[in-house]
């Protein structure tokens, strides 16, 4: 990884790690809860009688509960990232560029770790199925 010197002060620096501890915290429990909601799910159906639209709904539900789980495991990975960037000094950095990452967009996001272009570039191929790079 690269050894830049840290651009923020360490009030910044503690600041932003409590917040993301806090937003892994919130991630995990939506994790959870989401986990749950899908077991609960699949056991409700069993041993019922059963309509086509009913199974059409479950699948439904299923499918966004599926969604919104991915979606927050991503999340956790970005938010571990920018952790261990924390750790290692390179906060603030972009993972593809190097390039700083502007306190905006940390003040916004602070488990950004790749500037606003970077990351729509990546949400983009993810959106049509290409394969991006392995990094969360």
Do not use: C, W
């Amino acid at each position: 990884m690269n050894s830049k010197a840290p651009r923020f002060d360490k009030a910044f620096i503690a600041r932003k790690h409590d917040q993301l501890t806090k937003l892994r915290q919130q991630v995990l429990k939506s994790t959870r809860a989401g986990t749950a909601e899908e077991g609960n799910i699949n056991s409700e159906s069993a041993g019922q009688a059963r309509e086509y639209e009913d199974d059409a709904q479950r699948l439904a539900n299923l499918e966004l509960d599926g969604t919104l789980v991915g979606h927050d495991v991503r999340r956790l990975q970005r938010i571990e990232r920018a952790l261990r960037k924390i750790e290692d000094g390179t906060y603030g950095y972009s993972d593809e560029s190097g390039a700083p990452i502007p306190i905006e967009r940390l003040e916004a996001t602070p488990d950004a770790i790749y500037t606003f272009s970077e990351q729509q570039a990546r949400d983009l191929l993810d959106d049509k199925g290409v394969a991006v790079s392995k990094k969360p």
